[in-house]
């Protein structure tokens, strides 16, 4: 059975009046309530006379929208739009989808969680609070919902590219989750963001007399751990089977959180696998446009922490899949930190790294800095690197020597610079269409126009986890999943390469347009869901079964009569 409730808004047993019903933003349509339903619930006089449709409150809305002066105005907009007439929130948002998904989530909402105490306008999700640690099980049952299909959850230590923003990094799964529903479909009701406020090293935030976190060091180590256990036996039992994505954990806590509840619940980390996912998806279609196989590349990654190791992870189980060894699939992974390239010496490396450590067999006789590092430069000069990808948030480190380099060893480069928001991303994509005489396949983690080169305009994908992890709710969902597989992930990544507009076009973007998106979502949706009956994690039902549970779980925004 699917978990998604057949009870609409509509069907609730008792609905409020008058500006009780005004105030509730999944039920109220302000100027676009009928004659009878302010007759009946004890609308007018609350209300100007005038009986507008949808379609013209977005007009309205667009035009309130178009006066604001920056993107954090914008923002601020559409937040208080959402807390107010979220069925008008979420059209305008389909309407404009490729102006505003940059608005509502990345690259804006990083400025928005570093603003968060001094915009903070009306209650919006769960905050658990390291003092309040005894009592997690009463806080979400104090959650606005009973029926929660999706709760994305943060600590708040590694937003984006900007770090700690303590529990201003809320604004992360406010947004993730408005994405969850405009894209994925699932209901907005049955959205919960929370975050662990367990305080924040972030000076300014501690410094900040507006500041409405906890004010405190992080905790960490043990304790850290068991807050986030009492956190997870919590939701295990108030919200069993719901489906549960950690979102911008710092290295050390996200992988170990990851590899200890993912096969206690529905689970997973985005940033682990979904951008792995993401990555893998566009860098499929990447080498189909060269005509070449994943398994022939030689892989220079800049950045190892838990994104770059998961995407490692992600396209290592690819070529597993066609047909090379562990070993070898390795093998064609050169991995670099900020110490350089990761070598089986190293003494520094986690357990995930160690697996991508070149031994130092292979780079005898390699230049080295003055304190024994081998860096990017070094690395693109000695081999013939195919795909170049920055997780790295290092701004500017691929330099134009070095993708000249790159260039002028592969007729094709495939280099995707992946960390956000743009001002840490590794390269413009402007200079990698120039750098490379418009021979560069380009996905970014941050959005860029297109470029114009030699008389045509190049598209550039965003890489954006906004591709997978909508399509991951509605399929899990559902199918009625209990658990998320990593072959589940890769089969999501599969279907997006499958529907990359640069398989019919070699000249087009890697990944489709936002405005395609919910169709996209739809069919990764159902190719996840046929995986998890694969993998045994979800009831067998047909394809077409499968396929039409995707399409009814995936909400619309459309008023509904009352």
């Known amino acids: 059975m699917t978990k998604t409730s057949a009870i609409t808004p509509a069907g609730l047993a008792d609905i409020p009046r008058g500006m009780d019903l005004l105030n509730r933003q999944g039920l109220n349509k302000g100027t676009a309530f009928t004659e009878d339903e302010r007759t009946q ?91 309040l640690q005894d009592s997690i099980p009463q806080l979400l049952r104090n959650r606005p919902n009973k029926d929660v299909d999706v709760i994305v959850v943060t600590d708040g230590e590694r937003i984006l590219g900007i770090g700690d923003q303590g529990a201003g990094g809320l604004g992360i799964p406010i947004g993730k989750l408005s994405l969850y529903t405009l894209i994925g479909g699932i209901r907005p009701e049955r959205t919960l963001p929370i975050v662990l406020d367990v305080g924040t090293n972030n000076n300014d935030r501690l410094n900040d007399p507006e500041y409405l976190g906890w004010r405190h060091e992080r905790i960490s180590g043990q304790p850290y751990f068991d807050f986030v256990d009492q956190f997870v036996q919590a939701v295990k039992e108030e919200m069993p089977g719901t489906c549960l994505q950690w979102e911008d954990f710092a290295t050390p806590h996200a992988r170990p959180i990851l590899n200890r509840y993912r096969d206690q619940l529905l689970t997973f980390n985005d940033d682990i696998q979904g951008t792995s996912a993401v990555a893998l998806g566009a860098i499929l279609a990447a080498v189909k446009v060269t005509g070449k196989s994943l398994k022939e590349q030689q892989i220079v990654m800049l950045g190892a922490g838990s994104a770059g190791i998961g995407v490692a992870d992600g ?48 780079i005898s006789g ?140 070699a000249s087009a973007s890697l990944l489709p347009p936002l405005t395609d998106l919910r169709r996209v979502a739809a069919e990764i949706a159902v190719a996840v869901g046929i995986q998890a009956q694969r993998d045994g994690v979800a009831p067998n039902v047909t394809d077409d079964e499968l396929r039409e549970r995707v399409l009814k779980t995936q909400w619309t925004p459309a008023y509904t009569a009352l």
């Open 41 to 131: 619930f004890g609308l007018h006089g609350l209300l100007p006379p005038q009986v507008e449709t949808l379609e013209e409150q977005v007009v309205r809305a667009y035009g309130a929208y178009q006066r604001k002066d920056d993107d954090l105005e914008r923002h601020i907009y559409l937040r208080a739009l959402q807390d107010t007439n979220e069925v008008l929130f979420y059209r305008l948002l389909l309407d404009h989808i490729e102006e505003m998904t940059p608005i509502v989530y990345t690259p804006t909402v990083a400025l928005a969680c570093e603003q968060f105490s001094h915009i903070y306008r009306r209650p919006r999700g769960v905050f658990i609070s390291y003092p």
């Open 315 to 362: 396209l290592c189980a690819e070529m597993n899949e066609q047909g090379l060894s562990e070993a070898e699939a390795r093998s064609r992974f050169w991995v670099i930190d900020k110490d350089g390239l990761l070598l089986s010496g190293r003494k520094d490396l986690t357990v995930e790294q160690s697996v991508y450590a070149q031994p130092e067999s292979r």
């Open 366 to 505: 390699w230049p080295r800095t003055s304190n024994g590092h081998i860096g990017l430069a070094d690395v693109i000069g000695k081999i013939d690197a195919t795909i170049l990808i920055g997780l790295s948030t290092v701004g500017g480190a691929f330099s134009e020597p070095i993708v000249r380099e790159m260039a002028r060893k592969v007729e094709r480069p495939i280099i995707f610079p992946l960390s956000n928001p743009t001002s840490r991303s590794e390269a413009r994509a402007e200079d990698l269409i120039r750098w490379t005489d418009g021979r560069a396949l380009v996905a970014a983690g941050s959005p860029f126009a297109p470029v114009s080169y030699d008389g045509r305009k190049i598209p550039i994908a965003q890489c954006n986890n906004v591709y997978i992890f909508p399509a991951m709710g509605l399929g899990v969902v559902a199918s009625g999943a209990r658990r998320v597989t990593d072959a589940m992930m890769l089969a999501a990544a599969r279907a997006l390469a499958g529907n990359s507009p640069a398989l019919k076009d």
